[in-house]
């Protein structure tokens, strides 16, 4: 048994099931930033963000302006469309990278040190288990995704006066929609080949395997039989599609010459790749023979 599932067994023999739940999460985030590598990784998660920050800052300040009289003056105020790939899509990334980097370590060494039958022992439901370590995770991804994000929509909204306020909020809502949404299905899709595999590194080399396979199948499948055909086997084109309606923004034509997948198809694979994640990630997390 693992130090961290002892320690576990102690803190939840008084809490109720949710503050089980907590309890997992919170270990979960020690385990996270136990490690001075990640803490690293994780600042340098929000270099996107401060960027941004920066570039909206200095176009809107007067000496900036004057300094660089060529740039055109309806640059950030002529359509929404920016937004999506301002915020939206360092957000998508980004999340991608804290899963790939934080996601199998959160399960795997659980299996791997047979501590399901001490966590499961104590009253804990696999689900109670399962949503301690997802919470920790979107805690994680949406700190240096979605809530800078939304920090930036409204800091934007105070430099374009003519803007509605209800238009940054709805902007903000759809942001943190998507990314909780994205994050949430990479997490299944992560906990659940780590628990198969049980070793971190073959569970990050599986996790970011299936998305490059995924991207050469949807060439292939896109050049087999043409039209959006070739978007249902990667992931990136259903969030970007899901992203885009949230948004409010249209999804005929992403890319040149290439439709979009409808937006039903869209939040259909998510859905069902989230699913089927959970149900094979609930398969491998079993008490075995506890002791009455």
């Not at 600042?43 to 007067?62: R, W």
């Not at 309806?74 to 899963?99: G, I, Y």
Request: a neutral charge; glycine letters at 8%; proline letters at 4%.
């Amino acid at each position: 048994m693992s130090v961290r599932a002892r320690r576990f067994n102690a803190a939840a023999d008084s809490g109720a099931s949710a503050g089980r739940l907590l309890v997992i999460a919170r270990y979960a985030l020690s385990r996270m930033f136990d490690s001075r590598l990640f803490v690293a990784f994780f600042l340098a998660c929000y270099i996107p963000s401060l960027t941004l920050l920066g570039i909206i800052y200095a176009y809107h300040n007067a000496d900036f302006i004057a300094y660089f009289a060529t740039l055109p003056k309806d640059l950030f105020t002529a359509v929404d469309a920016w937004l999506l790939a301002a915020t939206l899509s360092p957000s998508t990334w980004v999340s991608f990278l804290v899963v790939l980097v934080a996601g199998p370590a959160l399960i795997a060494p659980d299996l791997a040190n047979n501590a399901m039958p001490l966590y499961l022992s104590r009253g804990l439901r696999k689900w109670d288990y399962v949503l301690g370590k997802l919470l920790a995770l979107l805690a994680t991804a949406g700190a240096v995704t979605w809530v800078p994000g939304v920090l930036i929509l409204l800091l934007y909204g105070q430099y374009v006066p003519e803007r509605s306020f209800f238009t940054d909020i709805r902007l903000a809502l759809a942001l943190t929609a998507t990314s909780l949404v994205w994050t949430g299905c990479l997490a299944m899709i992560a906990f659940a080949i780590s628990a198969w595999v049980k070793t971190r590194p073959a569970a990050t080399l599986g996790f970011l395997g299936l998305f490059v396979v995924a991207a050469i199948c949807s060439d292939i499948v896109g050049g087999i039989f043409g039209g959006w055909w070739g978007s249902v086997v990667d992931l990136a084109d259903a969030i970007e599609v899901v992203g885009r309606t949230l948004y409010g923004l249209s999804t005929e034509e992403i890319e040149p010459g290439e439709l979009a997948m409808p937006a039903w198809a869209a939040w259909a694979m998510l859905l069902l790749s989230t699913t089927a994640a959970a149900a094979a990630l609930l398969r491998r997390i079993r008490a075995g023979e506890v002791a009455a």
